[in-house]
């Protein structure tokens, strides 16, 4: 299975992924405020709708950047040390402003399935931030010179949305709880924010460092 990357790699992208899925963004402030307006099974809706935004940034980076491999690996070299930079600026905005999580329990009417889906997506696909993070981290898993760069992509994105479901999933079914707790416990969003910082600063390095050989 040329598709599945090395083990030492699939355990960083795992680990990555999953402080990623559990640090606070506009997907889980959608997802936590729409469980507390409409329910959970709105909300569940919402995560399907986020999910099927990711294909389509995966889709969208697996076949650009194996066009891009084609066409110049230079490019492809330098896609990669300003994915290493942006990783680096996450990590500089991560201290700097930190997680941001404000949700209001405001009753509202319950929306269809297709409309929370359609929220979750549409939050997802039009986020300039996830547009730019996806074109940025998912290639600092791949090689220039690696004839299943495209397979691996793919594969590396359905991991992400794996990974990331049930995180999702249980932020939903505590989003009572949670809500409340994070925005009263600033010092552990603090924590998460350090955190994300050091790990992706982590992968800005390294990535930097292999390419000066």
């Known amino acids: 299975m040329d598709f599945v990357p090395s083990l030492p790699t699939l355990l960083a992208f795992a680990a990555a992924t999953l ?77 700097r402003f930190g997680s941001k999580l404000t949700v209001a329990k405001v009753e509202s009417q319950k929306g269809s399935a297709l409309s929370n889906i359609s929220s979750g997506f549409w939050v997802n696909l039009l986020n300039p931030k996830v547009i730019i993070f996806f074109m940025t ?7 220039a010179g690696d004839p299943a760069v495209t397979e691996k992509l793919l594969f590396l994105g359905l991991c992400f949305i794996l990974i990331g479901m049930p995180v999702n999933a249980s932020v939903i079914f505590a989003a009572d709880w949670l ?14 924010d350090y955190t994300f910082a050091g790990v992706f600063s982590i992968f800005a390095a390294k990535i930097l460092l292999t390419q000066a050989k």
């Open 19 to 95: 402080l990623l899925a559990a640090t606070p963004g506009p997907d889980m402030t959608l997802s936590i405020s729409r469980a507390l307006a409409q329910g959970k099974k709105s909300a569940l809706f919402v995560v399907v709708g986020t999910s099927l935004g990711i294909v389509v940034h995966t889709m969208l980076v697996a076949f650009g950047i194996s066009a891009l491999i084609t066409a110049s690996p230079t490019a492809f070299l330098m896609l990669k040390t300003g994915g290493a930079a942006y990783l680096f600026w996450l990590a500089v905005q991560a201290i």
């Open 137 to 143: 981290f998912l290639p600092q898993f791949v090689s």
């Open 179 to 192: 809500a409340g707790w994070l925005q009263n416990n600033k010092k552990v969003l603090r924590g998460m």
